[in-house]
């Protein structure tokens, strides 16, 4: 088993590294961003695209400015800031250079593209290991300064990337491609309210919204992490599409229903991403060039509008309205969904889930009706489908509600913190409603049941076990509210990630509570019916404690500086990386892909004997095993199966107790029945006394007939040899 997962986990990472390297080659260094660091006054950019080559230290630009001011002599300060570091930092004379073409600035458009070689002095500043680590963080500042009076005249800044990411469209794909496998074949294996792959999917799912719902606090990530949980943001219902319509829609919902929040943009959100956190880490309080200082004054002057209304570059400030904050603004902005339109986006998700499900079930009763018209199969098989057919509906009408919890109960939640769109909000309290009675309702019914009788009724009565096993069914009767602390733990957690958004500290305090809680449950009252199930669930339950343990390290108050926190994300990648190549690879066990291989083995009886002893700590349950370890007489406790395979009932003759006062009448009694059984068998005859020593000779059909009760024939033969001994003692 180890060496197995030992090969996956070698074969994910080998593909995950070899996609995300695969632009390493190039070794390159470019702009992937652009806004202004103060409101422009000389200088408007329309594009400012600039990579670096490491391969023959040229750098190639595409530019598009205007300077719109006229005698005006500026000097340019480059900041190069690279997780917190500044290796480059200096102030260029533009009178001193190009025999002071630049000196004034000349007033015209300048639109231009090409390629220049750099000194070595400049690129040896830039070391190797820049190309060739996932999500960069750095950004370059350029700052024109005028000379004498020292104002600002222009301010830019462009974040830094060398094209590597955590964040793979492979990973996204194969996440969601073993998602819908598993959901195929749990489909198949959810006629058994018992099996275990349904609540595989379930953990699955959960693991991947857990990853996802980490990245929501109100903390300074790394890039790296937010790409990696990126990853999985599918599993809250948040597609990123190059195709814009949807969004488009629900911007034009939201302005026509009192929306007044930032719209959805196909541009890239790291450039209005706070300036204290990842990927740029400024402080707004000091700053070599001088710039940040005088923003509140810049951000108080006017410029002519018709000419900033022709740029394409945001002007983002410390004073700026459209600074997005940590959290969920960072991470729904991140793939083109603008913060007010994160619900809309779930709702819509979920209409299609729900409309999909209609679907599927519509289809599988049609199934069931063409079969009973054209009498497909047997008619004892067709009524028992239909009869089940419903509660398994219910069944997986509970599976899906438990999955959309998640996501509709947090993003309706931060939905209302926004006073928005009248609409988004009545639509979420709806959503918010209907989840909660899918939800609760099943859990009432399931206490309601087992106070008015006990725990057993819910693993007898077949409607319960049906239709609402999903919440208990791999619980043990008396564990079977163990469903309850899940539930009200991801309540919890929604209400700390959309009301308590402003504090990252009491977050991330909270969310540790609630984990260390969750799998000391687990690790002391051992609710599952199988070993191995709360092995499985206390091993998911300690990598999430130790995840959130790591992220307090994430808290700005604390201070950690970039680099630290960079390494503390990619361990966290790694960790959830192997979490899920575990959780896979128990999913593969349990959908039955390792009958392939079975099949192929010797089938004698020492090796299927070995095989069964060898399983049984696994297989068996844990009343089973208990009760194997009481008994004394056999180390192997008693047979999972004993009744034979053809069960044909005794004879109610032969079926009686033994009564030692009666032993005549157990002799008649055997007697009849052997007469009655020889009448059509010879088997069970009692043989001469010399055809027990002359086993060539056939006995005759006088002795095959004989019908003396063994009883007698004992006696008549043990008399002869007593005659015989006495005879020859006097001989």
Not at 85 to 111: H, Q, R, S
Not at 217 to 231: E, H, K, M, R
Not at 558 to 567: F, S
Not at 712 to 725: A, G, H, N, P, Y
């Amino acid at each position: 088993m180890f060496s197995s997962l030992a090969r996956l986990r070698a074969i994910a990472f080998t593909l995950s590294f070899h996609a995300i390297f695969s632009y390493a080659s190039e070794s390159s260094l470019f702009t992937s961003s652009v806004t202004y660091c103060s409101t422009p006054e000389t200088l408007l950019i329309q594009q400012f695209d600039v990579e670096y080559f490491a391969a023959n230290q040229s750098v190639s630009f595409n530019i598009s400015a205007e300077s719109v001011d006229s005698n005006v002599n500026v000097s340019a300060s480059l900041l190069v800031n690279v997780f917190g570091i500044e290796p480059v930092n200096i102030t260029i004379d533009l009178c001193g250079i190009l025999n002071g073409a630049l000196c004034p600035l000349p007033e015209y458009n300048f639109t231009g593209s090409d390629s220049i070689s750099l000194p070595d002095s400049i690129s040896g500043i830039i070391p190797p290991f820049i190309f060739k680590i996932p999500d960069l963080e750095g950004y370059a500042q350029l700052t024109l300064i005028e000379v004498g009076t020292g104002d600002v005249k222009a301010c830019v800044q462009a974040t830094l990337s060398n094209g590597l990411s955590t964040r793979q469209r492979a990973v996204e794909w194969t996440t969601g491609g073993i998602t819908l496998f598993t959901l195929l074949v749990a489909l198949w294996h959810s006629h058994n309210p018992t099996a275990i792959l349904p609540y595989r999917l379930l953990d699955l799912i959960y693991l991947f919204q857990s990853i996802a719902v980490s990245a929501l606090l109100d903390l300074n990530y790394p890039v790296t992490y937010i790409s990696f949980a990126l990853n999985f943001a599918w599993s809250l219902s948040l597609f990123s599409s190059s195709d814009d319509s949807i969004q488009d829609a629900i911007n034009n919902m939201r302005a026509l229903t009192g929306g007044g929040l930032a719209n959805s943009t196909s541009s890239s959100a790291v450039a209005f991403v706070n300036r204290k956190l990842s990927p740029f880490n400024s402080d707004s309080a000091s700053s070599s060039s001088g710039s940040i200082s005088t923003l509140s004054s810049l951000a108080r002057r006017t410029v002519n509008s018709s000419l900033l209304q022709q740029r394409d570059v945001a002007v983002v400030t410390s004073e700026s309205d459209n600074v997005l904050s940590a959290g969920i603004p960072i991470y729904v902005s991140t793939i083109n969904i603008a913060t007010a339109n994160a619900f809309m986006t779930v709702f819509l998700c979920t209409i299609m889930l729900i409309a999909i499900a209609i679907f599927v079930f519509g289809v599988g009763w049609a199934s069931l009706l063409a079969m009973e018209k054209f009498r497909l199969g047997p008619a004892e098989r067709r009524s028992r489908l239909k009869r089940a057919y419903p509660s398994w509906v219910r069944a997986w009408i509970l599976r899906l509600s438990l999955v959309m919890f998640i996501p509709i109960v947090v993003f309706g939640f931060y939905q209302w913190t926004l006073n928005d769109s009248w609409l988004s909000i009545l639509f979420s309290v709806i959503a918010f409603l209907g989840i909660m009675i899918a939800v609760c309702y099943p859990s009432v019914v399931v206490i309601r049941s087992v106070r008015r009788s006990e725990p057993s009724v819910l693993y007898t009565e077949p409607f319960l076990l049906n239709s609402y096993g999903p919440l208990y069914a791999q619980f043990l009767p008396s564990r079977y509210s163990f469903f309850l602390p899940v539930v009200v733990a991801a309540f919890f957690k929604a209400i700390i990630v959309s009301f308590i958004s402003s504090s990252g500290m009491a977050q991330i305090i909270l969310f540790l509570i609630l984990e260390v809680a969750l799998v000391l449950r687990v690790l002391i009252l051992r609710p599952h019916k199988v070993r191995g199930a709360d092995i499985f669930s206390s091993f998911l339950g300690i990598i999430r404690v130790v995840c959130s343990g790591l992220m307090i390290a994430f808290v700005q108050s604390i201070g950690v500086k970039p680099i630290p926190r960079y390494a503390l994300g990619l361990v966290l990648d790694v960790i959830n990386s192997i979490t899920i190549l575990v959780v896979i690879f128990n999913i593969a066990l349990h959908s039955g892909i390792q009958r392939l291989w079975k099949r192929h083995e010797t089938s004698t009886p020492s090796s299927r004997s070995s095989s069964l002893h060898g399983s049984s700590d696994v297989i068996l349950e844990k009343n089973a095993a208990s009760s194997s370890e009481d008994s004394s007489s056999d180390p192997f406790g008693r047979p999972r199966n004993p009744t034979p395979e053809r069960n044909v009932p005794l004879d109610p003759e032969v079926n009686q107790p033994y009564n030692p006062s009666s032993p005549t009448a157990t002799t008649t009694d055997y007697a009849s029945t052997r007469q009655r059984d020889s009448e059509s068998t010879n088997f069970g005859s009692v043989l001469p006394r010399r055809w027990s020593f002359t086993p060539l000779h056939t006995p005759t059909d006088s002795s095959a007939l004989d019908h003396s009760t063994p009883f007698e024939s004992t006696l008549s033969r043990t008399s002869e040899e007593q005659l015989e001994k006495a005879s020859h003692s006097r001989d």
